[in-house]
């Protein structure tokens, strides 16, 4: 089973240090990056997957060229090898290109399987999987909960959850899957996995590699723009109650009645 | 027919209630940017959802394709869309920004090129085009952003707008789609209900939800019973659905829903930046913690420092007692 984990690294949302740069895109530089927690149940998917049938695990990310320091981390995991497309023609580019640039890029790559996350942590379209399954025409098998590929019969059974419980969507191989949280919490790295990681090889492919001309992609053709950023307004000041149980439900009560909630 | 088109979700049969929400808000760009507003649903079926997208839209396109009975819609959904797009040119595409919709978006944006402003919680015009509200580093900003070009695909978040038919309802036109759609089908074997799945957190008016603290699905009663007495529905934080208290439908956060209700109640949740991402836009937020120096007092409207296991059965009661 060769499955290709499509892994972005995203500026760390605890690290609460996000901001917008001069230019109104995304400071990168501004925030430690981390592999983006959607991605992360898509690894543990595939690991678990590659760990009882066999097989190899593969990262493609679209990043800058310091990107090779949080897919160490995903490696750590367990992932087999990474490939990463960067290019500074790439910066600033929206989902389009993105798409685009890693349908190219999985091209080049053998794999019975796709997997992308429900959405990023920092553009959060949740389109870039979709996308990428459209251009290469591959099946799309989206909200996946559980993922059961047959090889023998080259075919996959995807659980997608749906608004009352779940499909159960069927369709060969190579398809993309879309992985939600439902698929079970990633692992840490263990310290085994950390060194064995050092070792192990990211490949690294500029657009022409992927066969992409520049033109075509990146910040200059951004279909998108931020016009404004301002800073919410700030909420009220906090009501403290330190009261007995059912002194303080009296005040809630008042509270959700003066606010006209009850 | 150019202008913006309202891609029109199917949910058992009808309209999809994110989908009146959407033709809500694009109903009133229409008016502010004088510019034509359709809707279009694409299914087996489409009858139903286009005629009750119509009571929100002065048009509404029911395209019938057989094909979505029995395979995953959206990639099917999207094809069609691609074609007729390409044929009658409109320039905005609206959709949800749920499941369906992101599917649909994302093939729609990969076939026809077109950009993506996506989770949009309003949407404005200026300078011959559509802004978009949006709220991103986990609420920390809020951006208004715009097209570079002429055309481009909107996902709307739920709870963007109150949807509110129009004066008049609309019409409704029937169409066939040309050909086969190429994209590849996605077998759907089987459907299955899953009691705690159906879980529409989002359109509720009252969260109350439990955390960590809450200890054990037993301790989820408390929860539960809470919610009732104020009309509400069950939200928790991960930490609740990995340990396997509650159904994952439930959670609310970066990797869960975000929901903005009226009124969110917080049990035993610390409020992590991951937790408050999905919840901070709710009007009121109230919490019971045992610990005044958890994360959640710096952003609540109320905290009561206390053990949820006794403070929140006299909410409970306190309401029950008032409702009489
Ligand atoms: C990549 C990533 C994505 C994540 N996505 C999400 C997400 O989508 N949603 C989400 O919720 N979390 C998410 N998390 C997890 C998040 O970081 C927190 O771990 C989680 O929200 C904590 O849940 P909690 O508040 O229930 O638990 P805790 O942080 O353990 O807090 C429990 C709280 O309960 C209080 N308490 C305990 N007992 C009682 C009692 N008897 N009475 C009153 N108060 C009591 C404690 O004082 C404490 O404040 C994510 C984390 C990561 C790394
Ligand atoms: N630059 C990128 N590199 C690798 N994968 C990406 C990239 N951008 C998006 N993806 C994948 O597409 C998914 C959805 O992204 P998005 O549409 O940006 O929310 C992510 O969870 C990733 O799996």
Not at chain 1, 233 to 251: G, H, K, L, N, W
Request: hydrophobic share 45%.
């Amino acid at each position: 089973m060769r499955i290709v984990v499509l892994m972005k690294p995203v500026p760390d949302t605890a690290a609460g240090g996000e901001r917008l740069g001069p230019d109104m895109r995304l400071d990168r530089a501004a925030v430690p990056a981390v592999v983006n927690a959607n991605d992360e149940y898509a690894l543990e998917a595939a690991l678990k997957l590659t760990e009882a049938l066999g097989g190899e695990v593969t990262l493609l990310s679209m990043a800058p060229a310091s990107a090779p320091d949080t897919m160490r981390k995903a490696l750590a995991m367990g992932a087999h090898h990474g490939v990463l497309v960067t290019d500074p023609v790439l910066e600033g580019s929206d989902t389009v290109s993105t798409t685009r640039v890693l349908a190219a890029a999985l091209k080049t790559l053998e794999y019975d399987l796709a997997f992308a996350g429900a959405d990023t942590s920092d553009g959060g379209a949740g389109v870039v999987g979709p996308g990428v399954a459209a251009l290469l025409g591959l099946p799309l098998l989206s909200y996946a909960a559980k993922i059961e590929p047959d090889e023998a019969a080259g075919r996959v059974r995807v659980r997608r959850l749906s608004p009352t419980g779940y499909d159960v969507l069927e369709a060969p191989m190579p398809a993309l899957v879309v992985c939600t949280q439902a698929l079970g919490e990633p692992r840490y790295p263990s310290l085994k996995g950390i060194m064995a990681a050092r070792s192990k090889e990211i490949v690294t492919r500029s657009l022409s590699d992927v066969g992409v001309t520049p033109e075509e992609v990146g910040g200059a053709v951004a279909g998108t723009k931020v016009l404004e950023a301002t800073s919410p307004p700030a909420r009220a000041a906090t009501e403290v109650v330190r009261e007995p149980a059912d002194v303080a439900a009296e005040r809630v009560v008042a509270f959700l009645a003066a606010r006209r909630i009850i | 027919m150019p202008g913006i088109w309202v891609v029109g979700e199917i949910a058992d049969g009808g309209l999809a209630r994110i989908s009146t929400e959407v033709a809500t808000l694009a109903r009133g760009l229409g008016e502010t940017a004088g510019h034509d507003v359709s809707g279009i649903v694409v299914g087996a079926q489409p009858k139903k959802a286009a005629d009750e997208l119509a009571r929100f839209l002065p048009r509404v396109v029911a395209v019938s394709e057989p094909a979505t009975d029995g395979n995953a819609a959206a990639t099917i959904v999207a094809e069609r869309i691609a074609a007729l797009a390409r044929n009658s040119g409109p320039d905005y595409l609206l959709l949800g920004a749920g499941p369906e919709g992101r599917d649909t978006a994302g093939v729609l944006s990969a076939m026809l090129g077109w950009p993506v402003l996506a989770n949009a919680t309003g949407l404005g015009w200026r300078d011959d085009g559509p802004t978009v509200e949006m709220s991103v580093f986990g609420g920390k900003l809020n951006t208004t952003n715009a097209f570079t070009g002429g055309r481009g695909i909107i996902t709307v978040r739920p709870n963007a707008a109150a949807a509110e038919p129009a004066a008049s309802p609309g019409k409704v036109e029937e169409a066939s789609p040309n050909g086969e759609p190429q994209l590849p089908r996605v077998t759907v074997v089987d459907s299955v209900a899953e009691p705690g799945a159906a879980a529409p957190i989002e359109e509720a008016r009252v969260v109350v939800a439990g955390g960590r603290g809450v200890g054990g699905e037993d301790g989820f009663k408390v929860v539960q019973e809470l919610a009732e007495a104020l009309g509400g529905v069950v939200g928790a934080t991960r930490a609740a659905v990995d340990a396997g208290w509650i159904n994952y439908a439930h959670q609310i956060g970066q990797t869960g829903k975000i929901v903005k209700p009226q009124l969110y109640l917080a049990l035993g949740i610390s409020g992590a930046i991951q937790h408050k991402v999905g919840m901070q836009t709710a009007e009121t937020i109230v919490a019971v913690n045992r610990d005044p120096d958890a994360p959640i007092a710096e952003f609540a409207d109320l905290v009561v420092v206390g053990d949820l296991f006794e403070v929140a059965p006299a909410i409970t009661a306190a309401l029950r007692a008032r409702s009489g």
